[in-house]
């Protein structure tokens, strides 16, 4: 999870909330969404940062708090290709 426009990290507590809210875990009971929200780790990028790239392991679970955020790869020419550009928060698997 990184933190929001504000730079500011979400708590424990939000940290709960978002994942409770998610249609992913909404069935989960209390105790494995604290479980689930022990694992978050908050990550503050600098605009441009690349979270992961293509070709990396599909072994984490992205929760995105942004005012942008973008999913792109480049062609073999060297253009960006734009798939998502959102400016909600969501997860994002990986």
Known sequence: MT?????????????FSILQRHPIFRGLDPAALDQLRRYCKTRT????????SKGDPGNSLYGVIAVHCELAFRRPTGVKQCLISSVRAKLSGR
């Open 3 to 15: 933190s929001d426009s504000k730079g500011k990290a979400p708590s424990s507590d939000d940290k």
């Open 45 to 52: 990028l600098k605009r441009g940062t690349a979270v992961f």
